[in-house]
């Protein structure tokens, strides 16, 4: 069993989604464990440092691993949530730009 501990740019409560459901696909992993106010992801289990790193890459977050070493602490205790993430930041909203027709000017856009 190892224990890979990685630095992810984790913003939002969606940013936290996104992360947890890309390393729970992957197989051998028995606990993940995300803290948003560090930024930090924990895998336990037996899945391979490279794959996770290249799965929380592909939901567009900067990973970078900090450890991996293997297990010796026992499962810690449930801590208390300190302050809630926002729902959703500027990385994950899509932001929609559009122009109006103006006025006594014809023009051509190729869409």
Do not use: W
Not at 42 to 60: I, N, Q, S
Not at 77 to 105: M, W
């Amino acid at each position: 069993m190892k224990k890979i501990v990685m630095e992810v740019s984790i913003n939002c409560s969606k940013c936290k989604t996104q992360v947890l459901k890309a390393v729970t696909k992957l197989e051998g992993i028995n606990s993940v464990a995300v803290d948003g106010e560090k930024g930090t992801v924990t895998v336990v289990g037996e899945a391979d440092p490279v794959e996770v790193t290249r799965r929380l890459r592909k939901t567009g977050k900067a990973v970078e691993i900090v450890s991996v070493g293997p297990n010796n602490k026992p499962p810690e205790k449930p801590q208390e949530p300190s302050k809630p993430l926002p729902h959703c930041c500027n990385d994950c909203q899509l932001v929609a730009v559009g122009f109006g027709p103006y006025d006594d000017v014809r023009f051509c856009s190729i869409l």
